[in-house]
């Protein structure tokens, strides 16, 4: 159980062009998700954290209108990059809370390797 | 504010030999602990967690990580490393009182395995 999955697993994209990224709760309910960004050897950082149906809470430095994320169901979180650039490239990792019983954890996806052209 | 710092970028031991991944944390009120395993371009690998209750949790893989609230620390252990273990070890924390379950994570620790 508690399986997270993220769509596509890599993509390449030419700068100024916008990429959906997808993140699943495949056999939960997922009443939070969370978006990561990850540079090579480095830490996780948070982007965002959203609640579904409602506006993603962001933090600070992230540019909402440019990581635009959508949780429109228990079970699916998006998260765009609009008018991507090389520097948007990076490792994006999502995750997601409240399965019953656990719901102090978070589980997360494969990740999405971005890279802008 | 939450923090977490894991002290060595990089860890270095031998096949068979115990292995200790170091941590420690900073949070206003009571933490719960997880550490987290990364191989390349791979999400995370949950570990272990520390929620409440014995100080000595055994996790995933034979890993086991004691909680010490008094050193705010919570070291990863392992008792005779593996090849396989080499990768790169995430320590988080979250502190109680925070909404939304915001976890907080150290800048990992490359674990490499020598046979």
């Known amino acids: 159980g508690a399986v997270v999955s993220q769509h596509p697993s890599r993509v390449i994209c030419k700068s100024g062009t916008s990429v959906k990224i997808e993140c699943r709760s495949l056999?939960?309910?997922?009443?939070?998700m969370f978006w990561y960004r990850q540079f090579p050897k480095q830490s996780l950082m948070l982007m965002a954290t959203?609640?579904?149906?409602?506006?993603?809470?962001?933090e600070q430095g992230v540019e909402k209108d440019k990581f635009l994320i959508n949780h429109a169901s228990l079970t699916l979180s998006t998260l765009t990059v609009t008018s991507a650039h090389p520097e948007d490239s990076s490792f994006y990792i999502c995750?997601?809370?409240?399965?019953?019983?656990?719901?102090?954890?978070?589980?997360f996806g494969p990740g999405t390797r971005l890279t802008v052209l | 504010a939450q923090s977490v710092a894991q002290p060595e970028d990089q860890v270095n031991v031998a096949e068979g030999n115990p292995l200790t991944v170091k941590c420690t944390y900073s949070v206003s009120g009571n933490p719960y602990l997880f550490w987290y395993v990364q191989y390349p371009n791979r999400g995370l690998q949950f570990l272990l967690k520390?929620?409440?209750?014995?100080?000595l949790v055994k996790g995933s893989y034979g890993f086991e990580a004691e909680f010490n609230k008094s050193q705010t620390s919570f070291h990863l252990k392992k008792p005779s490393a593996l090849v396989s273990d080499s990768a790169l070890y995430f320590c988080?924390?979250?502190?109680?009182?925070?909404?939304?379950?915001?976890?907080?994570f150290g800048q990992g620790t490359i674990l490499t395995v020598h046979p």
């Open positions: 988080a924390v979250r502190d109680i009182g925070t909404s939304y379950g915001k976890l907080t």
């Open positions: 995750s997601a809370s409240g399965l019953w019983g656990r719901d102090n954890e978070q589980f």
């Open positions: 520390y929620i409440t209750g014995d100080n």
């Open positions: 959203s609640n579904e149906g409602s506006k993603a809470t962001y």
């Open positions: 056999d939960f309910q997922a009443t939070t």
